[in-house]
């Protein structure tokens, strides 16, 4: 089993910045990959970005690409999303999952075995 904890999240205005942190425990030696997805009201969940564990790899979605980035902190077990310039409709909740299967930063949500409980990010025009 695999638990993960998000945190970071907030109210901003247009234009600022959060910093969302996924603290991962248990079994993480078995995690391939994690990634952040987000759900706004009334919409579905949407994969915003992903990075592999060993390696390093990452995957933005393109309404994300050049203000936000992912890391991660292996000796932590955390991974992170520092989110800039942001906008009203990156608004929603914000999900840090975990994938176990290896092959590329997985993009569906149907890839992913383990997912937190979420971490409100509210950004005012």
């Known amino acids: 089993q695999v638990q993960l904890v998000e945190s970071g999240g907030g109210l901003v205005q247009a234009g600022g910045s959060l910093r969302l942190s996924c603290a991962a425990s248990?079994?993480?030696?078995?995690?391939?990959?994690m990634g952040w997805f987000r759900q706004a009201p009334g919409k579905e969940r949407e994969f915003v970005s992903g990075?592999?564990?060993?390696?390093?790899?990452?995957f933005y979605a393109d309404s994300v690409k050049g203000r936000f980035t992912i890391s991660r902190d292996n000796a932590k077990n955390t991974v992170y999303l520092q989110m800039n310039s942001l906008k009203p409709e990156d608004t929603g909740i914000y999900y840090c999952?975990?994938?176990?299967?290896?092959?590329?930063?997985?993009?569906?949500?149907?890839?992913?075995?383990?997912w937190g409980q979420g971490t409100q990010v509210t950004v005012s025009s």
């Open positions: 990075i592999t564990r060993s390696v390093g790899t990452t």
């Open positions: 999952a975990a994938s176990l299967r290896g092959f590329g930063v997985p993009i569906q949500g149907r890839s992913y075995d383990y």
């Open positions: 248990g079994r993480t030696f078995s995690i391939y990959a």
